[in-house]
C-alpha cells in the first residue's frame, strides 16, 4: 500500500425530505447566493423546496450554469458575489453546477488573483480563504456534492481544466432520493456510468497490495451492477434504488478508495475530447472508451482485471486470457444493459476521424496519461481505433 | 435505506514514517499535553519518534491510562490540562488511550460541567466547546482513531459508560503500520477480531435495502478474511499486511458502514460483562459471544445470515437451514484459525455462572439490546449458556 493522506470534511444529510433541513444548516444572517442550473429545478419542485426553507434567509439568485461549467459564465458569478457580499454559496443541481460553486466560492474571496491562474497555475493549494459552500444533490453522478474537486470548462478556447482544494469541501451535502424521480432515464444511465468509470480509475490499474481499497472498489461495483435494474425503473420509481444509486455514486469518488493506491483516469481524458469534439454526454464518452482502452491495456492490467473478473463479473476460468477476454466482454454487456452504447460507431461517430483528431489534441499538449504514465497521443488513437 | 447523516472530520496521515509530520500538525504555540498508557511507546521506539518531531514544542506528559480507561486516572489528566493550560491533547497508543484522551478533551474546558455527568447524562451533545486531539495509533483495533466514540470505565463503581460527540473527532490521526511491528501475537489477534465484529455488528442485522453499505461492509469482512494469516507472520512482519490491518480496523468503525442501517451490538453489550466479571481481552469477550448470539438469534438474522454465507464465506448451499449452520461454523472456525477461541470454557469460564452473572447484570440495568430491542438479560444468559 503506498503511502496516503485521506480527509473528507463534507456533512452528508440524507434522505427523503431531507431539504427543510436547510434552514438549519445554512449560516442565519447570511447572504445567500443560490446557484443552479438550466432551471430544471423550477419544474420538479426543488427549487420551491429550497426558498421555502430559506424563507428567513437573505437569498440571491444565480441560475444558467451549464452542463461542464464555463468560465464565462463563472466570471459573472464571482463578479455577482463579490458585489453583493456573499457570505455562502448554495449549489442546487448535478456535477457541473457543484463544480461551478466551488470554482466561485475559491475565486470571489480571492480578488487579488486572477481567476484564471486558480485554474492554469495551481495555485489553488497556495489559497488560504474560500465562500463556504452547501449543496442539495439533484443529479447523482460526479460526486462532487462529496469530494474537493471541480471541473470547469472554457468554451471560448476548447480548454478544460481542474483544480482541488480542501477549502471548496461543500459544508453539508443534502442527497434526497426524491429528487431522482424527475429525471429522465438517459441521466439515470449516464450516473450508474460515471460512478461505475470512477472506481475503475481507481481500481484497474496494478496491484499495489491495497486488500482494503480493491475490497471497497469491488464493493462499489457490485453494488453498482446490482442496483442498476431497479434505478431505471420509471414508474413508479423505486425509492430505495434510488437512494442506492445516489450513495454509490458519492462513494465512488469521496477519496476513500483511491488513497494508497495507482490511478489511472486515461479513459476520462481520452473521453473529455469525445465531449469536446462531438458532444457525448460525459458518461457517454466514458463508455466508448473503457473497454477498449482494458482491452488495449490488457497486459499491463493483467493482475487487476483477472482479480476483478473473478471477484466482480464471476469470470473463474483458469485460462487467464479467457477470463480476460470474458471480464472485458462482461463491462461492455453490462453498459449495454442498462441502454449505454460503448462504440464510437453507435453514436455515428467514425472512429479514424476522431482517433485523428483526438491524436492531435493530446499531442498539442504533450499528454502521457495512466498508472503508468505511458499512454500517449499515439496509444489514446490506437484505443480509439477499436471502438467500432 | 434508512435516512442518515454522515460526518467524519479526521483527517488520517498514513504511512512509514508518517509520525515525523507531527511537528506540521501540532499547533506551533500550543501547549500540548502528551497522553499514553503503560508505557510500551518507550520501548518500542514511538515514543522517541514523537518527542522529536515535537521537539520545538511545549510538551507535558500523561502516562499510566490503562486498558479500559478509569474514570478516577482521566480525572487528574483533566485537573492537569485545567491547571497547566493545556490547548492540544495528543494521544498516542490504541483505543484506550484514544478514547480517554477523547474524554479529557470535552471535559477539561468545560469546567462548569460535573465530568461524570457527561457520561451518564448525556451532556455531551450539548457542550460547545473541546480541546482540540490529534492521535499516533500503535495498535490498531477500535477504530477509536476514526471516530467521535469514546468508551470509559468506572471501577469503583464497575460502570462502562459511552459518549459521542463531533467535537471529539481527531484533528489527524497519524497510522505508520510500523507501529505494530512490536505488538504480540495475541493483540493482533484482537485487533483483527475487533474489527471484524465491529462490522458484523452493523451488518448482520434485518435487510434494509442498503445495497451499497452491505456490499461495504461484505468487503471489510472479506478483507480482514483475505489479510489475516499475513498479518500474524512476526519474524519478520510484513509491512503490507500491518497496513491492511491498521486501514481495515479504521474503517470498520468510522461511520461509514453504519449509516443507513440498523445495528446491533449485543455481543458487545454481553461482551463488556464478560471483560469487566473475568477480566477477557475485549475482543476475547466478542469471540465467546458473537458465533451463539448468531445461532440463537439465527430466524431473526435469517437474511443477512445466508448474504453473508453467500458473500462473505462462500456457503452457497440452497438449503438455507444448512446454509445458516454452515455460516456459523465458518465464523467460529475463522476465530479459531487465528487462534482465538469461541467459548468460555476454553478460557476456563464456567458458562452456567456467566450466565447467571451477566443476566443478574443486565436486569439490574433494565438493559434490552439488538436491532430489535428484544434482547433481554435472559436471552444474553441463553446465549452464554451456549458458548461451552
Given at each position: 500500500m503506498n503511502d496516503f493522506e485521506f480527509y473528507n470534511s463534507t456533512r452528508i444529510i440524507f434522505?427523503?425530505?431531507?431539504?427543510?433541513k436547510l434552514s438549519k444548516r445554512v449560516p442565519k444572517k447570511a447572504t445567500v447566493m443560490l446557484l443552479y442550473g438550466g432551471g430544471s429545478i423550477k419544474e420538479n419542485g426543488v427549487y420551491d423546496q429550497v426558498i421555502s426553507a430559506l424563507k428567513k434567509h437573505n437569498v440571491i439568485e444565480f441560475g444558467g450554469i451549464e452542463a461542464n461549467p464555463d468560465y464565462a459564465t463563472l466570471l459573472k458569478a464571482i463578479k455577482q458575489a463579490r458585489k453583493k457580499k456573499v457570505d455562502f454559496l448554495l449549489a442546487v443541481g448535478g456535477g457541473s453546477v457543484i463544480d461551478g460553486t466551488k470554482f466561485v466560492a475559491i475565486a470571489?474571496?480571492?480578488?487579488?488573483?486572477?481567476?484564471?491562474d486558480i485554474l492554469t497555475r495551481g495555485l489553488a493549494k497556495e489559497l488560504k480563504q474560500a465562500l463556504p459552500l452547501g449543496t442539495v444533490l439533484?443529479?447523482?453522478?460526479?460526486g462532487s456534492e462529496f469530494n474537493h474537486n471541480s471541473v470547469i470548462s472554457r468554451r471560448e478556447t476548447e480548454e478544460k481544466y481542474s483544480f482541488a482544494s480542501d477549502l471548496v469541501f461543500p459544508k453539508f451535502s443534502i442527497l434526497d432520493p426524491e429528487t431522482t424521480y424527475s429525471l429522465p432515464k438517459n441521466q439515470l444511465r449516464n450516473g450508474l456510468v460515471d460512478a461505475y468509470v470512477h472506481v475503475t480509475e481507481q481500481y484497474l490499474t496494478y496491484p499495489a497490495g491495497a486488500i482494503v481499497q480493491d475490497r471497497q472498489s469491488e464493493a462499489l461495483l457490485l453494488a453498482i451492477i446490482e442496483m442498476a435494474p431497479a434505478v431505471l425503473k420509471m414508474d413508479p420509481p423505486d425509492y430505495n434504488a434510488r437512494a442506492n444509486f445516489m450513495w454509490a455514486c458519492s462513494n465512488a469518488l469521496n477519496h476513500l478508495i483511491g488513497v494508497g493506491v495507482p490511478q489511472d483516469w486515461a479513459t476520462h481524458r481520452i473521453g473529455h475530447e469525445l465531449t469536446a469534439l462531438y458532444g457525448l454526454a460525459h458518461a457517454e464518452s466514458l463508455a466508448v472508451v473503457l473497454p477498449w482502452l482494458l482491452w488495449y491495456k490488457r497486459d499491463q492490467k493483467r493482475d487487476k482485471l483477472l482479480q476483478y473478473g473473478y471477484?466482480?463479473?464471476?469470470?473463474?476460468?483458469?485460462?487467464y486470457s479467457e477470463r480476460i477476454d470474458r471480464t472485458i466482454e462482461a463491462t461492455a454487456a453490462f453498459f449495454q444493459s442498462i441502454g449505454m452504447p460503448t462504440t464510437l460507431t453507435a453514436f455515428g461517430i467514425d472512429p479514424d476521424e476522431a482517433a485523428a483528431r483526438v491524436q492531435a489534441r493530446w499531442e498539442a499538449r504533450g499528454w502521457v496519461q495512466g498508472e503508468y504514465r505511458d499512454i500517449t497521443g499515439a496509444d489514446a488513437a490506437a484505443i480509439l481505433l477499436l471502438s467500432r
Open positions: 434522505g427523503k425530505g431531507s431539504i427543510a470571489a474571496p480571492n480578488a487579488d488573483v486572477e481567476p484564471w439533484t443529479l447523482p453522478a460526479t471477484r466482480v463479473m464471476g469470470q473463474k476460468t483458469q485460462k
